[in-house]
């Protein structure tokens, strides 16, 4: 079963005012993010799994935190290309997701654009391996690497979007099958 790892970054949007996890705390922007989350974790209509998903934040206070991590609600959401990057500075997210990132057989990236170009820059995913959910103008550099690139659609990912990622994990599991 191919072990598949999505990221998205924080939200303003707290749903919890006690200690949670990262993927309970958060809603607003990163509410598709979580559908698409629970989608490819439950079971096909067989009752067997089309994957092994696991969920990652880049958190505002905490850096990369895998979603099952218990967070405390935190003021200073970033919202813009100097905040990820003085995040950057302090937590070094993008080595976290480095790290974390040699694990999985596919990442699915859904941030906003100056922090996928930060990724980008930075060289932290490995080559062929990720689903890029992004802006148009980073589409020739995602190519390059030999990534899956898909327009960032709605508020983080867009049900069309959706879709895709869940059939490129389908043909992924199959060709892992045959």
């Not at 998205?8 to 707290?14: E, G, L, M, Q, R």
């Not at 997210?93 to 057989?105: C, E, K, R, T, W």
């Not at 049900?159 to 043909?171: G, L, P, S, T």
Request: net charge neutral; with cysteine.
């Amino acid at each position: 079963m191919k072990r598949i790892l999505v990221v998205t970054n924080d939200s303003a949007v707290f749903l919890v005012d006690r200690i949670g996890s990262a993927f309970e705390m958060f809603g607003g922007r990163m509410t598709e993010v979580k559908r698409l989350v629970a989608r490819l974790a439950a079971a096909e209509d067989d009752g067997r799994k089309a994957c092994d998903v696991s969920f990652g934040v880049i958190s505002s206070r905490f850096g990369f935190v895998p979603g099952n991590y218990v967070l405390m609600r935190y003021d200073g959401v970033m919202s813009c290309k100097e905040d990820y990057e003085r995040v950057q500075a302090e937590k070094d997210y993008l080595g976290q997701l480095n790290a974390v990132s040699v694990l999985f057989d596919l990442i699915v990236v859904c941030v906003p654009k100056d922090m996928f170009a930060m990724v980008i820059d930075g060289d932290v995913l490995p080559q062929g391996k990720v689903v890029a959910i992004t802006a148009p103008e980073l589409e020739s550099k995602c190519k390059e690497r030999g990534w899956t690139f898909l327009e960032r659609r709605g508020a983080r990912v867009g049900n069309e979007n959706a879709d895709k990622v869940f059939e490129i994990i389908r043909a992924v599991g199959r060709d892992a099958s045959s």
